[in-house]
Each structure stands twice: as structure tokens, then as C-alpha cells.
């Protein structure tokens, strides 16, 4: 069946270091994948997505990488900066456009 | 530009009663769902719209039901509630393939 799921469920690292986030999927057919951001007490954000027939995307200081291959998707954030605390979700588009979501990891910056 | 809208935000049941959690949209978008989020699970989906009159189920659908007479709301109902469903619910909409790309504030759905 499809599934998602996060190799690290948190990750802590020092500002002004990068961070990699990662992500399992298994649904060989999903074609299209996003990473959401979510802050204590809001909704989900959008961060960045990127499509089956592309390996990498870079945003504003986000890159995302996918290996379908090995079925795996990464989020780097460069220069993690304190507002990038929060609980990061991927989710990937399987049949009828439904999205599947991991269960998140906390990604906790040190100052 | 108000995005999605989620009303209420916090809401408190007894067993059994029923209620409608109201979501809206000021973007035209098409596509509307409904998810919830309980510590450990993540997000999972409730039920979802491709379109006004098109509804159709997620994950999670039983005990919700949804309809959709416009583009801009899509509410969830809970007809009869239960501890269950004690939960956070997040209502999303997206104007394309990005399905699910904007998220409400969310509600915070207590069931005694």
C-alpha cells in the first residue's frame, strides 16, 4: 500500500548549520511530492515540491532532492536560522490526487 | 487575501452532538480536503472535492460526512460525535495539481 515515512522523527542542530531532512516513500507511482513546514498551534505551510521526472529543486535557501531509485526524498535548508523550528512533513501524490503524509520530524535550531 | 478559512477554532462536544466545521476558500480553487491530525499519526485524510458537487472519501471518512454546493466552502460535518474524533482538523484547497497546497489554521476538536 502507500506509505510515507521520515528516517529521523527529530533532528537538532545549531544555527547557522544546514539540515537535511529525510523521507521514505514507497509508492513506485506517486509522481509528484511536497514538503510542508508546520509551526506549534498552525496549519501546515508550503515549502517546496517537485515532480517525478526531477531529481532537484532549489527554493529560497530549500533544496529537495529525490531518488526514486531508492524511493527517497530529502529537504536541505542552508543557513538554518531559529524560525525554521518546527515539524516538517512530506507528502507525496499517489492515485486519484490524493496526497499521503509522513508523521513529521521536529527539527529543533540552537542558538 | 484571506486563503482558507477554518471556523471555529477551538470547540468542545459532549458525545453524541452533532456539529459543522465551516471551511472556506477565496482563491477559486477546485480542489478542497479535509484531514486530521492526532499526535503520532500525522495527517490523514477525511474526505476530499475534485469540484462543486463532487465529494468523495479519504482515509479516514467514517462519521464525517461533507458536501460541496459551492466552490469556496466545503464543511465537514460530524453527526454524531464521539471521543474518536477528538482531534485537530485541517482543511486545505489548491487550484491545481498541487492538491492540498494551502492549509487553514486548523480546529481543535475536543470530544468529552
Known amino acids: 500500500g502507500e506509505s510515507v515515512g521520515l528516517h529521523l522523527p527529530t533532528l537538532s542542530v545549531q544555527e547557522g548549520d544546514n539540515s537535511i531532512i529525510n523521507c521514505a516513500y514507497s509508492?513506485?507511482?506517486?509522481?509528484?511530492f511536497i514538503w510542508y513546514k508546520q509551526e506549534s498551534g498552525k496549519g501546515p505551510q508550503f515549502i517546496i515540491d517537485?515532480?517525478?521526472?526531477?531529481d532537484k529543486r532549489q527554493g529560497q535557501r530549500v533544496t529537495v532532492l529525490l531518488n526514486k531509485t531508492v524511493k527517497h526524498l530529502s529537504l536541505q535548508i542552508a543557513a538554518t536560522q531559529p524560525g525554521d523550528s518546527a515539524v516538517y512533513f512530506c507528502?507525496?501524490?499517489?492515485?486519484?490526487?490524493?496526497?499521503?503524509f509522513g508523521k513529521g520530524t521536529l527539527l529543533t535550531v540552537n542558538p | 487575501n484571506a486563503g482558507v478559512t477554518q471556523t471555529p477554532k477551538f470547540q468542545v462536544l459532549k458525545t453524541g452532538q452533532s456539529m459543522t466545521l465551516q471551511c472556506a476558500q477565496d482563491?477559486?480553487?477546485?480542489?478542497m480536503s479535509w484531514y486530521r491530525q492526532d499526535p503520532g499519526m500525522g495527517l490523514r485524510l477525511i474526505h476530499y472535492?475534485?469540484?462543486?458537487?463532487?465529494?468523495d472519501q479519504g482515509e479516514v471518512p467514517n462519521g464525517y460526512n461533507v458536501s460541496r454546493s459551492t466552490t469556496e466552502d466545503f464543511p465537514l460535518r460530524l453527526l454524531s460525535a464521539a471521543p474518536s474524533q477528538t482531534s485537530v482538523y485541517f482543511c486545505?484547497?489548491?487550484?491545481?495539481?498541487?492538491?492540498?497546497?494551502?492549509f487553514g489554521q486548523g480546529t481543535r476538536l475536543t470530544v468529552v
Open positions: 507528502a507525496e501524490r499517489g492515485s486519484n490526487y490524493k496526497l499521503t
Open positions: 486545505a484547497s489548491s487550484g491545481g495539481v498541487r492538491l492540498g497546497a494551502f
Open positions: 472535492s475534485v469540484g462543486a458537487g463532487i465529494t
Open positions: 509508492n513506485s507511482a506517486s509522481d509528484y
Open positions: 517537485i515532480r517525478s521526472n526531477m
Open positions: 482563491m477559486n480553487h477546485e480542489y
